[in-house]
């Protein structure tokens, strides 16, 4: 039996619903936190917690750790959401 952390994706377009499924999810306490982890404005301006802009810089697998470190629920699910277009 598989007992690694579960990592996984909602790709979404805007105005679809996707907030409100994030925050069922969220609810469960069971697959993570999802939201726009991946989303170069948000993850900029600090929302996370961490700012992450030119003075400290950090490369794409060192960020995914840190939100997987930070942002996943005890059981080590994460969920990150992708908004295209």
Do not use: Q
């Amino acid at each position: 039996m598989n007992t690694a952390p579960k990592r996984f994706v909602i790709c979404t377009t805007a105005r679809s619903g996707s907030n409100l499924v994030c925050d069922y999810i969220a609810i469960t306490a069971r697959l993570g936190k999802p939201t726009e982890f991946l989303n170069p404005d948000i993850v900029r301006r600090g929302a996370y917690g961490r700012r992450f802009d030119a003075p400290e810089p950090i490369s794409l697998t060192d960020y995914v750790k840190w939100v997987a470190t930070t942002h996943a629920t005890p059981n080590g699910e994460l969920c990150e959401t992708c908004v295209i277009g």
